[in-house]
């Protein structure tokens, strides 16, 4: 399986400033919060829905070496364990 050409560091600021300033407004709507989005930081393409996995193959078809950041649309963390998710505010 090939990897992406960018290393993890690289990937988190892409992909927070992907969604901050060009993501959020579009998908952070009543009937996405608390969906799952995973977005390639190197084309900006992004999918939507409840399972990481199915999301994050979605752009691995498009792109097998994609470069792949996760939000959970409306929260702080993609998951929470040992503790409670916690919804951001605009």
Same mark, same amino acid.
């Given at each position: 399986?090939?990897?992406?050409?960018?290393?993890?560091?690289?990937?988190?600021?892409?992909?927070? /400033?992907?969604?901050? @300033?060009? &993501?959020?407004?579009? %998908? =952070? +709507?009543? /009937?996405?919060?608390? @969906?799952? &989005?995973?977005?390639? %930081? =190197? +084309?900006? /393409?992004?999918?939507?829905?409840?399972?990481?996995?199915?999301?994050?193959?979605?752009?691995?078809?498009?792109?097998?070496?994609?470069?792949?950041?996760?939000?959970?649309?409306?929260?702080?963390?993609?998951?929470?364990?040992?503790?409670?998710?916690?919804?951001?505010?605009?």
């Amino acid at each position: 399986m090939p990897y992406p050409k960018l290393n993890d560091e690289e990937i988190i600021q892409r992909g927070k /400033e992907l969604y901050e @300033k060009h &993501i959020r407004p579009q %998908v =952070e +709507t009543e /009937e996405n919060i608390g @969906k799952l &989005i995973s977005i390639n %930081v =190197e +084309t900006g /393409e992004y999918e939507i829905g409840d399972d990481l996995l199915i999301t994050s193959r979605r752009l691995q078809v498009k792109q097998a070496d994609a470069a792949i950041w996760a939000e959970r649309i409306g929260y702080d963390a993609v998951y929470a364990i040992g503790g409670t998710l916690v919804r951001t505010v605009e």
